[in-house]
C-alpha cells in the first residue's frame, strides 16, 4: 500500500515539472507533415520558422506532392530535355520551379506557371499568333514593353479589317479554365515622375462594331463572345469563353480567334499583348 502511495507521489512531482512536458518538439516529423499537407504553401513556410522538427517536415516529399499538380511529371517534361534533370529535384524544388513562368514549344512565346494551390495558368504572345498584316510597318509596329510578360506588344496603327488567330497544344491538369485576350486601347508611351502615360489619340473605330472573339477545343467544346472595345487608357483582359479538361495526361488542343473584318470603317490605335487561360476559380480581371 505505500509503494503505491510512493508511486503517485513521484507522478505528480514529474507532472508538476514543467520542464518534462511535452512540447512542440517532442511530436513525431511524420505527425507534423500529415498536418502540413493541409495548409497552403505561404502557411507551411510559416510553420517551418517554428522549430528544427518543423522545418524539416516542410521539405518532406509528402507535404509537397499535394501542392502539385496531378499531371506535373508530364508539366516537367516541358522544362528539361533530360527527364533525369528532375529525378534529382525534391518535391519542393519541382513546385517552386512550376511557380515561376516557364517557356515552352518551340519558342519563348509561350509560358506557364502553377499559380500557387489555384491551378496552371498559361500565357501566349501575340508573336506566337497570325494576325492580318503584322509584319506590314504601315499597318503595326512591334514596340518595347516591361508591363508584357514576353517583352514586346504589337500595336495597331490603322487597318480597314483585323483577323487574329492562335493555337495551343498543352496538358492542362483536370479542371475548368477561361480564355482571355489582353488588350489595351491606346500606345504607352513613357513614364512621367513613375507614372505611365498612355497616348490615345490614334484610337478609332471600336465603337462602331463589336469585336467578335471565339474558342474551341479538340473534344468540341466552343464559345464565342462580343465586345465594343470603348476603355481607353488601360489593359483589360476580355473573356472569351471557358473549356473544361477532363483528362490531364492527354494534351488539350485548343484554337481561338479575335476579328473585325467590317471595311466600311477603319480602326487603330489598339496594343495587344498576349492570350492569358487562368483557371475559372482565379475569375476574369483586369491587368493594370
Known amino acids: 500500500m505505500g509503494a503505491g502511495f510512493s508511486s503517485l507521489e513521484d507522478h505528480e512531482k514529474l507532472a508538476s515539472d514543467g520542464s518534462s512536458k511535452p512540447g512542440l518538439e517532442d511530436l513525431p516529423e511524420s505527425c507534423i507533415a500529415l ?87 498559361v500565357c501566349i504572345s501575340w508573336k506566337d499568333m497570325k494576325i492580318t498584316g503584322i509584319e506590314d510597318r504601315r499597318y503595326w509596329s512591334h514596340i518595347s514593353s516591361d508591363e508584357s510578360r514576353f517583352g514586346t506588344v504589337a500595336f495597331l496603327k490603322q487597318i480597314w479589317w483585323v483577323e487574329v488567330e492562335g493555337n495551343l497544344e498543352f496538358e492542362f491538369p483536370v479542371g475548368k479554365y477561361s480564355l482571355f485576350f489582353r488588350l489595351q486601347l491606346g500606345k504607352n508611351s513613357r513614364k512621367v515622375l513613375g507614372r505611365r502615360i498612355c497616348n490615345v489619340e490614334q484610337v478609332h473605330g471600336w465603337n462602331i462594331k463589336p469585336v ?51 471595311c466600311t470603317h477603319t480602326k487603330g490605335g489598339l496594343s495587344f499583348d498576349s492570350v492569358l487561360i487562368l483557371p475559372t476559380e482565379i475569375g476574369p480581371r483586369k491587368v493594370g
Open 212 to 262: 467578335q472573339f471565339q474558342l474551341s477545343s479538340s473534344n468540341g467544346q466552343h464559345a464565342t463572345a462580343q465586345y465594343y472595345l470603348n476603355e481607353p487608357g488601360k489593359w483589360t483582359q476580355y473573356h472569351v469563353g471557358d473549356f473544361v479538361v477532363e483528362n490531364s495526361t492527354m494534351p488539350t488542343k485548343l484554337k481561338f480567334s479575335m476579328t473585325q473584318i467590317d
Open 35 to 121: 498536418v502540413l499537407t493541409h495548409l497552403d504553401p505561404i502557411e507551411i513556410c510559416k510553420f517551418a520558422s517554428v522549430n528544427t522538427t518543423f522545418r524539416q517536415a516542410s521539405l518532406t516529399d509528402v507535404v509537397w506532392e499535394t501542392k502539385l499538380p496531378e499531371n506535373y511529371q508530364i508539366l516537367v517534361k516541358n522544362l528539361w530535355d533530360d527527364d533525369s534533370s528532375s529525378h534529382s529535384l525534391t518535391k519542393k524544388e519541382i513546385f517552386s520551379r512550376l511557380c515561376r513562368p516557364n517557356h515552352f514549344g518551340t519558342s519563348e512565346n509561350k509560358a506557364f506557371w502553377l499559380e500557387k494551390k489555384r491551378g496552371v495558368c
